[in-house]
């Protein structure tokens, strides 16, 4: 019988028309030429779109498995992010590379049209935060993955949720940006903010004051100083939002085995793309060093 050796592109070919087949693609994209085209289109062959419940509310969720009983990366996005920016289509791809597992989930009331997440957004509180993030944890123990070698990436507000959960379940966690410190108001504004129900964000969105009275209680020293497993803080030097000495103090607080990293000139999102390759390299090392 005579062997053919298949080079990457018929191979590729092979399995788009495979799945265009099987019904699981609607249509052959004409532009899918370019090895960058394909990588994606493959990790999106790959990605099922899934949901669980959270406080009696739909989570969509995109899920990777690479292999059964692969490790599976949690990622945690910030107050007002989704898991639809490029920063975690990125991460899933190259944990994915990685042969990591990944869930990249949008928080209640959090994401855009068919995406988003059921449940208001100016209900949002750290403790419903931590709430759907355990129920994160709780619907990937229920996949093919290794339940003993589960890890987090946390931006911002994900970050603080990660550390305040307090889960065991986490074997290994980097943190992007993250706070660690809520400051009280003046006393004259904080009189302001007991006597209405809601303020508004920058970005002109409302959110329920308790969203902030829980912050202020909020003990980030204690909190992170409890987490048990291996700890990346990355931050941006030029961050705008949460100044870099805020992943110092994690830092000081933090157990080993942890590591700090400042990217210099990085924003809050990492938005440059020399930046943000940066990140995605030293979060992706991390967690295939621990997981």
């Known amino acids: 019988m005579d062997c053919q050796l298949l080079t990457h592109d018929q191979v590729f070919d092979v399995c788009v028309r495979k799945c265009f087949n099987s019904g699981r693609l609607r249509a052959i994209p004409a532009h899918y030429n370019g090895l960058v085209n394909k990588r994606w289109l493959i990790r999106g062959l790959m990605e099922k779109a899934v949901n669980f419940h959270s406080q009696g509310q739909a989570v969509f969720t995109n899920f990777s498995l690479p292999y059964e009983g692969a490790p599976c990366v949690i990622m945690s996005h910030g107050l007002e992010g989704s898991k639809d920016s490029t920063k975690w289509k990125l991460l899933a791809t190259r944990l994915y590379d990685a042969g990591l597992a990944s869930l990249r989930f949008n928080y209640c009331g959090c994401g855009q049209g068919t995406e988003r997440s059921q449940g208001n957004f100016e209900d949002t509180t750290l403790s419903s935060r931590i709430q759907d993030f355990k129920a994160a944890l709780e619907f990937v123990e229920g996949m093919a993955v290794n339940r003993s070698r589960l890890g987090v990436i946390g931006s911002s507000l994900g970050g603080t949720v990660a550390i305040a959960s307090g889960d065991k379940r986490i074997r290994a966690m980097v943190t992007l940006a993250t706070p660690y410190c809520f400051k009280r108001p003046p006393e004259e504004q904080l009189k302001l903010y007991q006597d209405t129900e809601f303020f508004s964000l920058p970005s002109g969105r409302k959110i329920k004051t308790e969203f902030l009275r829980e912050l ?76």
Do not use: T
């Open 216 to 291: 202020w209680r909020h003990d980030a020293g204690r909190d992170v100083g409890k987490v048990d497993c291996p700890l990346l803080i990355i931050h941006g030097s030029a961050d705008e939002d949460v100044p870099v000495e805020d992943a110092r103090n994690l830092y000081e607080k933090a157990k080993e085995p942890k590591m700090l990293k400042i990217i210099r000139g990085g924003n809050h999102g990492f938005d440059d793309p020399a930046h943000l390759k940066q990140v995605i390299s030293l979060a992706c090392d991390w967690l295939r060093r621990y997981l």
